[in-house]
């Protein structure tokens, strides 16, 4: 049954993803692709002889800068870390955390249809990433959030749905974001039912905001919170 479902999971995870509200192409979502002048691309042609005279390889180069551009949007310094993510691009463009960086930055900055259109690039090379797969459905929930596209939630779960089939042990934000798809949709019951199992596995997903709003549509199954905790 596994390997039956990894395969219809990579039949499946691509089908859906052209749920884009406005026509992108990758010069749109990476800035260092089309520098704008001729001083921008002999910035560029300088930066890549000194950088690949540093490194040992470009793939190694583009791993260093990955790393800093993640340092650099874990401090919500997200002008630094997309000029990071430029240069670990420049240096190797096939590497996917690049793209997959790159939309944490998009999404970050709420440009959720470019977050999603360069997220989309890199699942296509890692479908069965668990932590990706999660984010990508992040990116459509935040997206619902702001336009109420019911199709973004749809395709919300299924992927969220996909990434447990792939982790469920690490699975505390999946779960969460399923709690938080499905109270959007209305099913309270299963909202709970997903919140217990992400606390079960991370005590700080324990989110008394989330549990209050819950608490106003439908009573803890379980009766662990009550309405006067959440006050």
Known sequence: MAGL???STQNSVLETQEIQEQELTLKDVIPAMAPKTAEAKAKQQKFLKTNTNRFKSRALGSAYYVLQAQRNFNDNKLDSATIHFNR??????????VYWGYGLVYG???Q???ALFILYKALEKDQANARLLTDVATAHLARYYQNSNPKDLQ???????QALEHDPAQA??????LAVNNYYQRNYRKAWE??????KQDKEKEDDAFI????EKEQDPQGIYLPQQAQ
């Open 194 to 199: 997903y919140l217990h199992e992400s606390i």
């Open 172 to 177: 505390a934000d999946t779960f969460y974001k």
């Open 108 to 110: 970050r900055q709420e």
């Open 88 to 97: 670990a691009w420049l240096m190797d463009s096939t590497n996917n955390d």
């Open 155 to 161: 395709q919300s779960e299924k992927l969220l749905v």
């Open 212 to 215: 209050a709003v819950l608490l």
């Open 112 to 114: 959720h249809d470019k």
């Open 5 to 7: 479902s990894a395969c």
